[in-house]
């Protein structure tokens, strides 16, 4: 049974740094693609970035590149997405997901599995 469990959220300064864990069971995450997505209140579901298995790419938001970073750990059967530099603007709750594919989208349709989500707050 394929599984997602994120982990790492909190509330950080603007400015602040978190690293935000995606830790997958019931499959192996190294073989297929992995997206990870923010939704704030009352906004939708929108991508910040994806890695791609098959092309072993990475692509992120334009409004978090430079800044936001996505890698995987083959031991660990997970995927981060270090966030630096966080803007008041980026509170969500950040989700991973998969769709067991090799090609990665931004698009929130196209992913069948999807961890519970971790809340990331910035204040001051």
């Known amino acids: 049974q394929v599984h997602l469990a994120e982990s790492g959220g909190g509330l950080v300064q603007p400015g602040g740094s978190l690293r935000l864990s995606c830790a997958a069971s019931g499959f ?7 997206g ?7 906004k939708e579901r929108e ?3 994806c890695t791609s298995e098959s092309e072993g790419s990475i ?4 409004s978090v590149k430079g800044r936001f970073t996505i890698s995987r750990d083959k ?3 997970a995927v981060y997405l270090q966030m630096n530099r ?3 603007e980026e509170p969500a709750v950040y989700y991973c997901a998969t769709d067991l594919g090799a090609i990665c989208t931004f698009y929130a349709s196209d992913y069948g599995s999807w961890g519970q989500g971790t809340q990331v707050t910035v204040s001051s």
């Not at 192996?28 to 992995?34: F, G, M």
């Not at 990870?36 to 009352?42: E, H, L, M, V």
């Not at 692509?59 to 334009?62: A, M, R, S």
Request: positive net charge; hydrophobic residues 35%.
């Open 28 to 34: 192996a995450l190294n073989y297929h693609s992995i």
């Open 36 to 42: 990870w997505f923010r939704q704030a209140p009352g």
């Open 47 to 49: 991508a910040v970035g």
């Open 59 to 62: 692509y992120y938001k334009e």
């Open 75 to 77: 031991t660990k059967n």
């Open 86 to 88: 966080l803007k008041p």
